[in-house]
């Protein structure tokens, strides 16, 4: 249930600007942003975390978001992912830098920069291949 409340609240971001740091449904959001947002609107729940983040990863913080990642959800198995989960990937040496919320049925949702804008679109090989972790929110927080 919470899984297919957090894809209908995505998709209602669907279409709003890409801009670092923001997080504001219709007005502008980064990947980041939209999963907060997204999380803070269908749970109620508020999350905590360093908004003075890099777009590029800085050494050191490899971890960043995994960690802020597992203060609000549980790592599961990427091949038993769900709608609703979240998506860490990973680009750059290694480095979480880049999540998602999955749609369902071979299909995710984020804030591309690469497109300024949230789109939702297919998990290809190439995405699939930078999946690092998978989260889930347990259906006890809603």
């Not at 670092?20 to 803070?40: E, M, N, W």
Request: proline share 5%; charged share 25%; aromatic share 10%.
């Amino acid at each position: 249930m919470i899984g297919e409340k957090m894809v209908a609240e995505a998709r209602e971001w669907i279409g709003t600007k890409w801009q670092h740091q923001a997080s504001l449904k219709g007005v502008a959001t980064d990947c980041v942003g939209l999963v907060r947002g997204v999380y803070t609107t269908v749970t109620g729940r508020p999350v905590e975390s360093d908004t003075d983040y890099h777009r590029m990863p800085v050494p050191g913080r490899e971890k960043r978001l995994q960690e802020e990642l597992s203060n609000y959800a549980a790592m599961v198995e990427i091949a038993n992912r769900q709608p609703g989960d979240v998506l860490l990937f990973s680009f750059i040496n290694g480095t979480s830098n880049h999540v998602g919320i999955y749609a369902g049925e071979g299909r995710f949702i984020h804030a591309w920069a690469d497109v300024q804008k949230v789109v939702e679109m297919p998990l290809s090989p190439a995405w699939f291949r930078s999946l690092k972790n998978v989260f889930r929110i347990p259906e006890t927080l809603y």
